[in-house]
């Protein structure tokens, strides 16, 4: 007989594709800016940074959304930029404009330079919050790891700061390819032994965020993003610490390039809701579970639009095993947090006729 | 035997699938920013509203890179905004921070008092610029006209300005579907009454850029903005004015939906460079030519990338007719022009081995 499905299993059962008692939902920015007892820690951290790098804060961030709502993972309140950090590149933030690094790296002599770092030297910050975070969950729920793609991060290492396009980046990469692949190389390295050692620390599944792999026309997709991301999976599953652990890809925008993304060998694959689940599960196939994919701007409007919509999602995906509920983007900070108890009621509720899979 | 073809129609035979010399190219907003003289008329001009509403000045940007370059069509330099300026909502520029309107529309009241401008009336200096360019250019190249979507103008209207996801906009729709079909209804009927004025002013193609309809998921697509690109293609079919006039739909990343945009009867469709141009003709086959799709950062690379990179898109296309060159999006303001040169070469020199098609 299945092992029981309940709120502490049911997202690691999704993303191996097993039998489940309601869909497992969780959201992604869920510990952020919408919720008032977030804004409250981070005015008392002071700043983004000082709370992304001190573990006890860190720690309260991520359970907040997890005392309010009936979610189903976890995710560590951390910046897919403390790996580029970490490589000396000298992150911090402009209030109002974003992310800057100090020293961006633009030609092949700077990148040369660069190496993994220690996980638990200049990153330890990173693990002793998830190692905290594993203690004060305390079994409730699964606690989901993360790092950027090597081309999400190569993006704000070259610019230096946030784009609307990265048009620059690309010219480089299309200028420079040895450069930039030497440059996607070390990163994907880092990111690899950042994961794992997050594995080590206690991450009962990980994530990669390629949030600008997107923008690459589809040849310069698997170029420059999807090789390094197989690259961090055949990493991954050398080591012992992750081998088990399930990895999550979400490559944001790149719908033209799935089924070389489930090809990596993930576990599952994000997906944002420009595509229909069950077009996205017609082109990859059972290999992978899907994670997603509500339009973040649904949450502005009326419960029952928001219970509609959400069913669209669930009936697009169908009753087969493999579906982790999130939105198919960050949840925005003008959001009502009673719309997201909406949500995620309407995923329970609309899935719980019996063991979903 | 066959008329023959050169850069006074390649053009449009390209548009109606019919043989050509070598594939058409025009370049969007290729009437802007990267151009040193675009940047003396404009600065002359005073602002950019007084450019576009004086039809000598909005002439002489348009015929500017026909001089320069040889590209085989002229667009027509105007707004997508003129529509619903010439409804009333109060158009202007802020520096910098992009189109406003003094009065936008935000509840079923204010759409219910929106009404067709006569193409003729307010907008007839839109009018006297087609037909002052089209005189102007004297057959050397055909002009396209043009217009916002329905959607994507519905996106302004509602917002009052530009935004990075619109998301007030789609709970609106979400919140209130009455209300906004009443607005996309009376915009399809404006637009449609706008382009049919612009084919009899002289416009020998109409363009649609539904610049936003990609930020839906496939269901809202469908529901808010293709329905409404069909019911714009039906009443140019039904104007003995613009029967004859082939329309290209551009609805950027709006991928999912390519087959229903090929529903919509236009002669042709924009592509964005996230899709290969042979994955694009696989889906909707020789019912539509298609227009793109290189990505404009393609531009900021070296000669030699730009040879490449034209040739690649050119070859995902193939030897069949019914491929108009372009960019997946507008020309930035940083491309130096003689790099445009090196791609319009390079388009016509791949394609030159006798009639494409």
């Given at each position: ?14 993303l191996?594709?097993e ?7 969780w ?38 959304p ?17 790996v ?22 633009r030609s092949?002599?700077?990148i ?20 905290l ?65 997050q ?22 997709f ?41 090809d ?6 994000g ?73 995620i ?9 019996g063991?979903?899979?």
């Amino acid at each position: 007989m299945a092992e029981t499905s309940n709120r502490s299993n049911r997202f690691l059962r999704a993303l191996r594709r097993e039998s489940v008692d309601t869909t497992p939902v969780w959201i992604m920015r869920q510990a952020g800016r919408y919720l008032p007892e977030y804004r409250a820690t981070r005015a008392r951290a002071g700043s983004f940074l000082a709370l992304a790098q001190t573990p006890e804060l860190a720690c309260e961030v991520t359970l907040q959304p997890i005392e309010r709502f009936e979610l189903d993972a976890a995710i560590l309140f951390s910046d897919i930029l403390t790996v580029p950090h970490a490589m000396g590149l000298g992150l911090h933030f402009v209030e109002g404009e974003g992310p800057k690094f100090a020293a961006p790296v633009r030609s092949a002599a700077a990148i040369a330079k660069l190496g993994v770092p220690d996980p638990e030297g200049p990153l330890r910050y990173v693990m002793d919050a998830v190692r905290l975070v594993r203690h004060e969950l305390g079994g409730r729920v699964p606690l989901i790891g993360f790092a950027g793609s090597p081309w999400t991060l190569a993006c704000y290492m070259i610019e230096g700061e946030g784009s609307r396009d990265f048009a620059r980046v690309k010219a480089f990469a299309l200028n420079e390819p040895a450069a930039m692949h030497t440059l996607l190389d070390v990163n994907a390295r880092a990111i690899a032994a950042y994961l794992a050692a997050q594995a080590a620390a206690g991450a009962q599944a990980l994530m990669v965020f390629d949030s600008w792999g997107g923008m690459l026309a589809p040849a310069l997709f698997a170029e420059f993003s999807q090789r390094y991301l197989a690259q961090i999976t055949a990493l991954l599953r050398a080591d012992a610490r992750a081998r088990a652990v399930p990895l999550i890809v979400f490559s944001k925008g790149a719908n033209a390039s799935l089924e070389i993304l489930a090809d990596t060998g993930c576990a599952a694959l994000g997906v944002d809701w420009t595509l229909t689940l069950d077009e996205a599960r017609r082109r990859v196939g059972a290999r992978v579970a899907l994670q997603g994919n509500l339009d973040p701007a649904t949450l502005l409007a009326s419960p029952e639009v928001i219970r509609r919509e959400v069913a669209r999602v669930l009936d697009d995906f169908g009753a087969h095993p493999g579906h982790v509920f999130n939105l198919g983007h960050g949840i925005t900070p003008d959001v009502d947090p009673a719309n997201l108890t909406v949500l995620i009621d309407a995923v329970h509720a609309h899935t719980a006729h019996g063991e979903r899979g």
